[in-house]
């Protein structure tokens, strides 16, 4: 037996009629049902407390990360009676967390490109350390650094990496 209280019911825009049985099971990302479900058998048969996160269908199409943590119950007798569980939504925090991943990777990224800009390299030299930085910080096959030429009105390649120098074909 699956209870679903009013606020998962908003959540996914289900009636109780359609996620009756384990056809509540269809909302979570197909990527993630077959994890989830192992973890469910897993410690239902254990009877150990979970916790897992997966993507579930919101009412609205968006995928959202939900974190549910899941613990067992007991009757007054001591006989094991289900589990009783919650299912936050994590997805902002998880958003929250990248943003601050991807400023950090800025950040190093920043300090060890102004470490080799310090070395007093020739100016070549640092524009290929910029192709090349831009290149693995993004994880690109290629990156280059352009010059444009306001009189010609053109864009030339000052420096590249991750192609043939002769050719910039993309």
Same mark, same amino acid.
């Given at each position: 037996? %699956? =209870?679903?209280?009013?606020?998962?019911? +908003?959540?996914?825009? *289900?009636?109780? +009629?359609?996620?009756?049985?384990?056809?509540?099971?269809?909302? @979570? %990302?197909?990527?993630?049902?077959? &994890?989830?479900?192992?973890?469910?058998?897993? %410690?239902?048969?254990?009877?150990?407390?979970?916790?897992?996160?997966?993507? !579930?269908?919101?009412?609205?199409?968006?995928?959202?990360?939900?974190?549910?943590? &899941?613990?067992?119950? =007991?009757?007054?007798? /001591?006989? $094991?009676? &289900?589990? @009783?569980?919650?299912?936050?939504? @994590?997805?902002?925090?998880?958003?929250?967390?990248?943003?601050?991943?991807?400023?950090?990777? *800025?950040?190093?990224? !920043?300090?060890? $490109?102004? *470490? =080799?800009?310090?070395?007093?390299?020739? $100016? /070549? +030299?640092? !524009?290929?350390?910029?192709?090349?930085?831009?290149?693995?910080?993004?994880?690109?096959?290629?990156?280059?650094?352009?010059?444009?030429?306001?009189?010609?009105?053109?864009?030339?390649?000052?420096?590249?990496? /991750?192609?043939?120098? &002769?050719?910039?074909?993309?």
């Amino acid at each position: 037996f %699956h =209870y679903f209280n009013r606020p998962w019911l +908003e959540f996914t825009g *289900k009636s109780l +009629e359609e996620v009756a049985g384990d056809r509540w099971l269809s909302l @979570i %990302h197909p990527e993630d049902a077959r &994890g989830f479900r192992e973890c469910l058998e897993e %410690h239902f048969a254990a009877r150990r407390p979970f916790r897992y996160e997966y993507r !579930l269908l919101r009412y609205d199409g968006e995928w959202r990360w939900i974190m549910e943590n &899941g613990t067992p119950r =007991y009757d007054e007798a /001591g006989r $094991f009676d &289900g589990f @009783i569980g919650s299912a936050v939504d @994590i997805q902002d925090q998880n958003d929250a967390e990248m943003r601050l991943a991807v400023r950090a990777l *800025k950040q190093a990224t !920043l300090a060890t $490109f102004s *470490k =080799y800009a310090l070395s007093q390299r020739p $100016f /070549g +030299e640092l !524009l290929e350390e910029a192709a090349r930085t831009v290149r693995r910080t993004l994880r690109v096959e290629r990156a280059a650094v352009l010059e444009f030429d306001q009189e010609r009105a053109t864009l030339t390649a000052a420096a590249g990496d /991750g192609f043939d120098r &002769g050719t910039l074909a993309w």
